[in-house]
């Protein structure tokens, strides 16, 4: 019978599958077969009850969460900014005093050595810079994460600290494929964007072995079309072309940020949006030169056949055209 370290029951005995529990209920049942493993199970929950999320914060009992954020996990205590003692009522001066000078060597001593205090402003930037971006809280534990390998292995020291941090977002974002470019997580950090650069070459080499491939086309035309904020029907054009022309050796090489503006600019051109290449190739932070060489590439590679079909008179859209489009190898 399969368990888990704490020796809770998580596979059917039957079909192996996994167990799911019914807390209303009390049992413990298949969520393949639905053979019923335990009928009227304790329950592990807390005691209390709570309506809304601010009552549970209050009703609580343990502290946050492990988080590689923090450079000693979240473990250690923190004293409060409240001047008020366990009953509520505010701390006299002397009292206020020594409460402030134990506040101030507990923040000293939580740092002890130049690593652990290094660590600490590398992980409080990866979380400043996280924030700016809007990534994740996947993305930012996994860059924490990956620095905290460099740092244990003692490669990360006499390195740039914001260097570093940067690097660790963006193989972050790569992992998790999330659509930002060197060119924006430079610009977050304040740096130039050759130095994320050189020191994402460097924790690919020390920590990584297998091979990260870049974000793919389609989050970057997603992301294109909610920037600019152009009509959903251009997004789905463009995704069915690039769906269409997957695995052609014409675009082997080439960044994904020129061929999803190119396939938004096409897919506008058909649907009739006539969304300047200047608008696009600024939203995509790529040059107009490159929109056009994709869009060039594109065209000459592929045969788009456009279907017009004339909708009934009787309907909503009249006048209007309903396309039918495809894509082949000319």
Known sequence: ????????????????????????????????????????????????????????????????????????????????????????????????????????????????????RNLCIVLSKINEVSDVLKLPKIVTETAAHSYRILAKKGVAKSRSIIGMAGASIYLSCRKFEIGRSLKEIAKAMGVDKRTVAKYYRFMLKETEKEHIPPTSVGRYVSKLVNVMKIDPKVERLALNLMSQTFGSKTFDGKAPAGLAAAFVYISSVLLGERTPQREIAEAAEVTEVTVRNRSREILNNFLIRQRLKVLPKGSNAEGKYSLNLSSSNS
């Open 1 to 116: 019978m399969d368990r888990d370290v704490k020796g809770c029951q998580m596979f059917c005995p039957i079909c192996g599958r996994l167990l799911i529990g019914d807390y209303d209920k009390g049992e413990l049942v298949c969520s393949s077969c639905g053979f019923v493993i335990e009928d009227h199970s304790e329950y592990r929950g807390p005691e209390w009850k709570a309506l809304d999320l601010e009552e549970k914060e209050k009703r609580v009992r343990v502290g946050a969460p492990q988080t590689f954020l923090l450079h000693d996990l979240g473990l250690t205590t923190e004293i409060g900014s409240e001047n008020k003692d366990s009953h509520g009522k505010p701390l006299s001066p002397y009292m206020h005093m020594s409460v402030k000078s134990m506040k101030k060597w507990q923040s000293r001593i939580r740092t002890v050595s130049s690593e652990e």
